[in-house]
């Protein structure tokens, strides 16, 4: 079998195992954020944290507690990581240095992972497990929770109430997230991934040392690191580990494991508001952009030119061969169109039109899918843009599921889309203005640009993927970025949790035959014009400079 067939092949049984999955997870999520009972473990919960799950919250209550929960959760693991060396369970490893830990716990706090450190050099099973686990799971329930609040936006009327943010915390975690997770974990056990508390052990003598390999319990944190889009590796090989990604067959569950929950949640979405053709529209959206990104990205591995890359089949430097191009390119694709960026090959040594693949799709926002819950929103929010354009162009006031978009839904709109962008390009480019931060780039010229607009770009977008080259465990470098992470999460929320409520306050207008029918393909189009057309104008100066100009030199 070639490997282009074999690409295919996994492409069209990934997609197919995720249109089995779609409807009856999304009617399951829908029930889960409308039901009016509470599970005996969820009543405990609420009991030990005070929180009453019946009482309705405005924006700026729900908004508070998102960001009182989760700066309690970056103190947490601050402090963990800081006393990591007094801690039992610790392999052996010395606390985490000031500034690598603020960096660490506002990553994993902000559903980005991304780490400037070896994850079995320098975490032990306390902090990987009571630390990092942990975030891995509560940070994705509160994307779901912002992105059902607004959601719920859509579909009230004439209330500024959004539902009880503790109560739609609770639930993504008990009812959805672990879940899935312990099914999960089984199925990664059986394929090879070690699920243990084992320490430090030595293996056999290679190159005149013994190598040292140290257990954990693996299977359960890669599950919801790729579940929860979170992404971060128990080890520094991340996916590409054997211990964390065995073979063919794990590495397509862990795609699925990627993409299932965001694409899902756009059936939850269609049957909250009252209508699945709506949840349709958007799932076209991000499906037709998923599928270029990912038939751009397998054209460019398998066909890039060249006597060395004819010779292999194709750009296999930085690849796995028991995964290939094809199984990589999938991985790459979906990883950095999530905000997941968990990584099973070298992102640095893809082709320079395949890192201005990976780049471009962080930059849309990642939505397409997107992460667990902020894909949604982000969508939503572009949805909101979409429809204002067409209401420009045809001179009507614009509208979305019967709510007006007026003055200031759009400045809340325009808001979100101009955040991550401000802090992706002002951050590169102070960096690259400063002398000391360009000493940590392995590379010159535009690979080497790429390298920082990469991390800055995956920063801010909560990805929390690296291009590899650069040498991020600085005190620059972990301040810098995990400012931008803290950043770019929450300050999009203050934006849509505040729509929300604004739409949440409104009455519904009746359709009307000039209503823009939003349901239709022909809005699908409209709205991946726009994502592209926004996109492209904002970071195609950047993208010239670092990843075109590779390319189009290669």
């Given at each position: 079998?070639?490997?282009?067939?074999?690409?295919?092949?996994?492409?069209?049984?990934?997609?197919?195992?995720?249109?089995?999955?779609?409807?009856?997870?999304?009617?399951?999520?829908?029930?889960?954020?409308?039901?009016?009972?509470?599970?005996?473990?969820?009543?405990?919960?609420?009991?030990?944290?005070?929180?009453?799950?019946?009482?309705?919250?405005?924006?700026?209550?729900?908004?508070?507690?998102?960001?009182?929960?989760?700066?309690?959760?970056?103190?947490?693991?601050?402090?963990?990581?800081?006393?990591?060396?007094?801690?039992?369970?610790?392999?052996?490893?010395?606390?985490?240095?000031?500034?690598?830990?603020?960096?660490?716990?506002?990553?994993?706090?902000?559903?980005?992972?991304?780490?400037?450190?070896?994850?079995e050099q320098a975490m032990g099973h306390v902090v990987?497990?009571?630390?990092?686990?942990?975030?891995?799971?509560?940070?994705?329930?509160?994307?779901?929770?912002?992105?059902?609040?607004?959601?719920?936006?859509?579909?009230?009327?004439?209330?500024?109430?959004?539902?009880?943010?503790?109560?739609?915390?609770?639930?993504?975690?008990?009812?959805?997230?672990?879940?899935?997770?312990?099914?999960?974990?089984?199925?990664?056990?059986?394929?090879?991934?070690?699920?243990?508390?084992?320490?430090?052990?030595?293996v056999g003598q290679f190159l005149g040392g013994t190598?040292?390999?140290?257990?954990?319990?693996?299977?359960?944190?890669?599950?919801?690191?790729?579940?929860?889009?979170?992404?971060?590796?128990?080890?520094?090989?991340?996916?590409?580990?054997?211990?964390?990604?065995?073979?063919?067959?794990?590495?397509?569950?862990?795609?699925?494991?990627?993409?299932?929950?965001?694409?899902?949640?756009?059936?939850?979405?269609?049957?909250?508001?009252?209508?699945?053709?709506?949840?349709?529209?958007?799932?076209?959206?991000?499906?037709?952009?998923?599928?270029?990104?990912?038939?751009?990205?397998?054209?460019?591995?398998?066909?890039?030119?060249?006597?060395?890359?004819?010779?292999?089949?194709?750009?296999?430097?930085?690849?796995?061969?028991?995964?290939?191009?094809?199984?990589?390119?999938?991985?790459?694709?979906?990883?950095?169109?999530?905000?997941?960026?968990?990584?099973?090959?070298?992102?640095?040594?893809?082709?320079?039109?395949?890192?201005?693949?990976?780049?471009?799709?962080?930059?849309?926002?990642?939505?397409?899918?997107?992460?667990?819950?902020?894909?949604?929103?982000?969508?939503?929010?572009?949805?909101?843009?979409?429809?204002?354009?067409?209401?420009?162009?045809?001179?009507?006031?614009?509208?979305?599921?019967?709510?007006?978009?007026?003055?200031?839904?759009?400045?809340?709109?325009?808001?979100?889309?101009?955040?991550?962008?401000?802090?992706?390009?002002?951050?590169?480019?102070?960096?690259?203005?400063?002398?000391?931060?360009?000493?940590?780039?392995?590379?010159?010229?535009?690979?080497?640009?790429?390298?920082?607009?990469?991390?800055?770009?995956?920063?801010?977008?909560?990805?929390?993927?690296?291009?590899?080259?650069?040498?991020?465990?600085?005190?620059?470098?972990?301040?810098?970025?995990?400012?931008?992470?803290?950043?770019?999460?929450?300050?999009?929320?203050?934006?849509?949790?505040?729509?929300?409520?604004?739409?949440?306050?409104?009455?519904?207008?009746?359709?009307?035959?000039?209503?823009?029918?939003?349901?239709?393909?022909?809005?699908?189009?409209?709205?991946?014009?726009?994502?592209?057309?926004?996109?492209?104008?904002?970071?195609?100066?950047?993208?010239?400079?670092?990843?075109?100009?590779?390319?189009?030199?290669?």
């Amino acid at each position: 079998m070639s490997p282009v067939l074999a690409g295919v092949l996994q492409l069209l049984a990934l997609i197919a195992a995720l249109a089995l999955a779609y409807r009856p997870l999304g009617d399951h999520m829908a029930r889960v954020y409308t039901s009016t009972k509470h599970l005996r473990v969820e009543k405990w919960m609420y009991k030990a944290i005070g929180a009453d799950p019946d009482a309705e919250m405005r924006w700026t209550a729900y908004l508070r507690g998102v960001l009182a929960f989760s700066a309690a959760g970056v103190l947490f693991l601050y402090l963990l990581q800081r006393l990591q060396g007094s801690l039992p369970g610790s392999l052996g490893f010395r606390s985490i240095d000031p500034d690598q830990a603020f960096n660490t716990a506002a990553s994993f706090v902000a559903n980005t992972n991304w780490q400037s450190y070896s994850g079995e050099q320098a975490m032990g099973h306390v902090v990987q497990t009571a630390g990092l686990a942990v975030q891995n799971f509560v940070s994705a329930a509160v994307g779901i929770a912002v992105a059902v609040a607004l959601v719920r936006g859509f579909a009230r009327s004439r209330t500024g109430e959004l539902g009880n943010f503790w109560a739609d915390l609770v639930r993504g975690v008990v009812r959805i997230l672990l879940p899935i997770s312990v099914l999960g974990a089984l199925v990664l056990v059986a394929c090879g991934v070690l699920q243990n508390f084992s320490g430090i052990h030595g293996v056999g003598q290679f190159l005149g040392g013994t190598q040292l390999w140290n257990g954990g319990a693996i299977a359960t944190q890669e599950v919801i690191k790729l579940l929860g889009t979170n992404g971060g590796g128990y080890f520094n090989a991340n996916s590409a580990h054997p211990f964390e990604n065995p073979g063919p067959f794990s590495n397509l569950f862990e795609v699925f494991l990627i993409l299932v929950i965001p694409f899902a949640l756009t059936r939850t979405f269609g049957k909250m508001v009252g209508s699945v053709r709506q949840g349709y529209a958007i799932l076209a959206t991000m499906a037709t952009i998923w599928l270029g990104f990912t038939a751009l990205m397998m054209w460019t591995e398998f066909h890039h030119g060249g006597p060395a890359f004819d010779l292999a089949g194709g750009a296999t430097e930085g690849k796995e061969t028991r995964f290939g191009i094809g199984g990589s390119s999938i991985f790459a694709v979906a990883t950095t169109l999530t905000s997941t960026g968990a990584v099973n090959s070298f992102h640095s040594s893809y082709t320079g039109f395949g890192g201005g693949i990976e780049l471009l799709g962080m930059q849309l926002g990642e939505i397409a899918p997107g992460g667990v819950g902020s894909g949604l929103y982000g969508m939503l929010v572009m949805a909101v843009i979409a429809v204002f354009i067409a209401g420009l162009m045809v001179g009507r006031t614009p509208e979305y599921l019967g709510k007006k978009i007026g003055t200031r839904e759009i400045k809340l709109a325009a808001c979100y889309i101009l955040i991550t962008p401000a802090l992706v390009l002002g951050f590169t480019a102070v960096s690259m203005a400063l002398p000391t931060p360009k000493d940590s780039m392995l590379n010159s010229g535009a690979h080497g640009f790429s390298e920082v607009l990469y991390a800055f770009t995956s920063g801010a977008n909560n990805n929390g993927s690296a291009f590899g080259g650069l040498s991020a465990d600085t005190t620059w470098f972990n301040t810098t970025i995990g400012l931008a992470m803290l950043l770019g999460r929450f300050l999009p929320m203050v934006f849509v949790l505040a729509l929300a409520g604004s739409l949440a306050g409104q009455t519904p207008i009746p359709k009307t035959a000039g209503t823009l029918r939003t349901e239709k393909p022909l809005f699908t189009g409209l709205l991946a014009g726009a994502i592209m057309i926004i996109t492209g104008l904002t970071y195609f100066p950047a993208l010239a400079l670092g990843p075109l100009a590779e390319g189009l030199a290669s």
